[in-house]
T-cell receptor
């Protein structure tokens, strides 16, 4: 089955800096790669996703890149703000299979 | 539209007991997945149901079981509880059969003493 590795496990940045979180997956058949954000005490919520037919997707200050050959994808957050502080999870799957998550990255943005 | 509802939100059990957790998905969503969340382990997949059928199952012992009813509501059961079962159990529903956004509930926090 699918296995997703996520790095780093913790990340501290200054407000205004960029943050990058990287994930690798094992199943070359996976074609859907979402990212979820979980604020302290809240439920995980989807912030952006990408499918294997594109290499990059952007939504305001966040972007995701996908390298299918290397089987890795990354989340990029620019101009970080204190409200970006949360746990971020990457995930991967294909149709008919379970969505498998990485172990999460705790992002801390200090002002 | 109401979100995913999980009950109970908090519960305390002792080792050896069993527990049943309930999840009501968003209206119209027929796919329900369950995850166990513990510090450092992230979101570990338990099961996925669609139209009352278990479609996928994670690597958890047989003490963990689930089911889905005709109205898409789902329950999961853990028998013979162990200390290591203490966790936040999250339910998520999805509109899509295949890949797509999961909408999570607030979770049921289980403490096993």
């Amino acid at each position: 089955g699918e296995n997703v590795e996520q790095h780093p496990s913790t990340l501290s940045v200054q407000e205004g800096d960029s943050a990058v979180i990287k994930c690798t997956y094992s199943d070359s058949a996976s074609n859907y790669f979402p990212w979820y954000k979980q604020e302290l005490g809240k439920r995980p919520q989807l912030i952006i996703d990408i499918r294997s037919n594109v290499g990059e997707k952007k939504d305001q200050r966040i972007a995701v890149t996908l390298n299918k050959t290397a089987k890795h994808f990354s989340l990029h957050i620019t101009e970080t703000q204190p409200e970006d502080s949360a746990v971020y999870f990457c995930a991967a799957n294909q149709a008919g299979t379970a969505l498998i998550f990485g172990k999460g990255t705790t992002l801390s943005v200090s002002s | 539209k109401a979100g995913v509802t999980q009950t109970p939100r908090y519960l305390i059990k002792t080792r050896g007991q069993q527990v049943t957790l309930s999840c009501s998905p968003i209206s119209g969503h027929r796919s329900v997945s369950w995850y166990q969340q513990t510090p450092g382990q992230g979101l570990q997949f338990l099961f996925e149901y669609f139209s009352e059928t278990q479609r996928n199952k994670g690597n958890f012992p047989g003490r963990f079981s689930g089911r889905q009813f005709s109205n898409s509501r789902s329950e999961m059961n853990v028998s013979t509880l162990e200390l290591g079962d203490s966790a936040l159990y999250l339910c998520a529903s999805s509109l899509y059969v295949d890949t797509g956004e999961l909408f999570f509930g607030e979770g049921s926090r289980l403490t096993v003493l």
